[in-house]
T-cell receptor, first 117, second 115 residues
Framework: AQTVTQSQPEMSVQEAETVTLSCTYD???????LFWYKQPPSRQMILVIR??????QNATENRFSVNFQKAAKSFSLKISDSQLGDAAMYFC??????????????FGKGTKLSVIP | NAGVTQTPKFRVLKTGQSMTLLCAQD?????MYWYRQDPGMGLRLIHY???????AKGEVPDGYNVSRLKKQNFLLGLESAAPSQTSVYFC??????????????FGEGSRLTVL
């Protein structure tokens, strides 16, 4: 079974600064997806960014980018120019792309990000 | 376009009572999932369904049952609620198995408290 580890339960960043959230995972599969989800106090799960394992290029979405290191099984999220609205819980997630894995999404335990004005 | 809708949003139960959470999606997704979220634990998979009439167990299935009688609906039942089932429950759905690059779409969550 796959496992996802987020080693930083809480982090903080000054407004307009850059912060990096860490995520590592364990898998024996070669094809899979990785995601970062944001959960603000409203509780809604919002997709921030996705990465397909077969793509070497790191995904970017505006101020959000990832550093995907497949060999190291690392998938960190970088938030640039942090804004007050970025304050939330962030979850790293792994999705199997095998029928045997039933395409399940496995989550890390989350990192709570605070943004300091 | 409603996406994934969960009802009810909040519920308080007494130990031993039963209840059903309803999840409905209007995106014609094949796959549907029920997760629970507890502080410090992330989201853990309870049960999932790969199509109408099929269900399977996830990581934490004990104490729950599910049914998928219609493609658009996925029901989560608690037959005899226990305080350990106090949690926030999320339903999610996704595209069919033949497509790539597919994230899960989540409902807004249902907060259940068992006294």
């Amino acid at each position: 079974a796959q496992t996802v580890t987020q080693s930083q339960p809480e982090m903080s960043v000054q407004e307009a600064e850059t912060v990096t959230l860490s995520c590592t995972y364990d898998t024996s599969e070669s094809d899979y997806y990785l995601f970062w989800y944001k959960q603000p106090p409203s509780r809604q799960m919002i997709l921030v960014i996705r990465q397909e394992a077969y793509k070497q290029q790191n995904a970017t979405e505006n101020r959000f980018s990832v550093n995907f290191q497949k060999a190291a099984k690392s998938f960190s999220l970088k938030i640039s120019d942090s804004q007050l609205g970025d304050a939330a819980m962030y979850f790293c997630a792994y999705r199997s792309f095998s029928r045997a894995g039933s395409y399940q999404l496995t989550f890390g335990k989350g990192t709570k990000l605070s943004v300091i004005p | 376009n409603a996406g994934v809708t969960q009802t009810p949003k909040f519920r308080v139960l007494k130990t031993g009572q039963s209840m059903t959470l309803l999840c409905a999606q209007d995106m014609n997704h094949e796959y549907m999932y029920w997760y629970r979220q507890d502080p410090g634990m992330g989201l853990r998979l309870i049960h999932y369904s790969v199509g109408e009439g099929t269900t399977a167990k996830g990581e934490v299935p004990d104490g729950y049952n599910v049914s998928r009688l219609k493609k658009q609906n996925f029901l989560l039942g608690l037959e005899s609620a226990a305080p350990s089932q106090t949690s926030v429950y999320f339903c999610a759905s996704s595209y069919t198995t033949g497509t790539r690059s597919r994230e899960l779409f989540f409902g807004e969550g249902s907060r259940l408290t068992v006294l």
